[in-house]
């Protein structure tokens, strides 16, 4: 079984500059998630989606974040503009459809903002 | 306020060794996951054990749920077993978050 997929793997930007990254979860798991690790620090939630139906976004800035997951699979993180702390590995998350389930991580994008 | 806290922060090992890392929660807890994110920072699922105690080769997890607390055993530490060891929770009170401590750092050292 494949497992969670992100692209791309390392991405380096300019401050004020955007960037995407992209998810796909195990195949049949309904709930999605993205997290941002900070060097140091454990994974913090950004948002979960069930279906293609947010959950929580309530840790998300969203003055520039967003996120999507228009057909209930794939997903797209998107900063805009970019900001030094922004510097951080996103890591993206999918488990099997409820609550409380096991989540299963990707790789994750190392992000750096110069 | 939700607190999760691992010990200890970090751990050096002479390989064949054997450790114990702990993880203390704050709140009655719905679920528990432990990782171990590698040095090119995948994180692999290692056990998902809301109460009890489950083994998987050199490694067994025992969560005590009513006393807030899991605990990591490594035994017979290997190289390979270097990098960063995560507890996350599922707290009743905070919905489907999972929200993970700051990790415990293991090197093992040949």
């Known amino acids: 079984e494949a497992g969670v997929a992100q692209s791309p793997r390392y991405k380096i930007i300019e401050k004020r500059q955007s960037v995407a990254f992209w998810c796909n979860p195990i195949?049949?798991?309904?709930?999605l998630y993205w997290y941002q690790q900070i060097l140091g620090q454990g994974p913090k939630l950004l948002i979960q989606?069930?279906?293609?139906?947010?959950?929580?976004d309530s840790q998300l800035p969203k003055d520039r974040f967003s996120a999507e997951r228009l057909k209930g699979v794939d997903s797209t993180l998107k900063i805009q503009p970019a900001k030094l702390e922004d510097s951080a590995v996103y890591l993206c998350?999918?488990?099997?459809?409820?609550?409380?389930?096991?989540?299963?991580f990707g790789p994750g994008t190392r992000l750096t903002v110069l | 306020g939700i607190q999760v806290e691992q010990s200890p922060p970090d751990l050096i090992l002479q390989e064949g060794a054997n450790s114990t890392l702990r993880c203390n929660f704050s709140?009655?807890?719905?679920?528990l996951q432990w990782f171990h994110q590698n040095p090119w920072g995948q994180l692999i699922n290692l056990f998902y054990?809301?109460?009890g105690t489950k083994q998987n080769g050199r490694l067994s997890a025992t969560t005590v749920a009513t006393e807030r607390y899991s605990l990591l055993y490594i035994s017979s530490s290997q190289t390979t077993d270097s990098g960063v060891y995560f507890c996350?929770?599922?707290?009743?009170?905070?919905?489907?978050?999972?929200?993970f401590g700051q990790g415990t750092e293991l090197s093992v050292k040949p």
């Open positions: 998350a999918s488990s099997p459809r409820g609550s409380y389930n096991e989540q299963f």
């Open positions: 195949s049949g798991h309904a709930t």
């Open positions: 989606f069930q279906n293609n139906g947010v959950v929580d």
């Open positions: 709140d009655s807890v719905n679920n």
């Open positions: 054990i809301p109460s």
């Open positions: 996350a929770v599922y707290f009743y009170n905070q919905g489907g978050k999972l929200i």
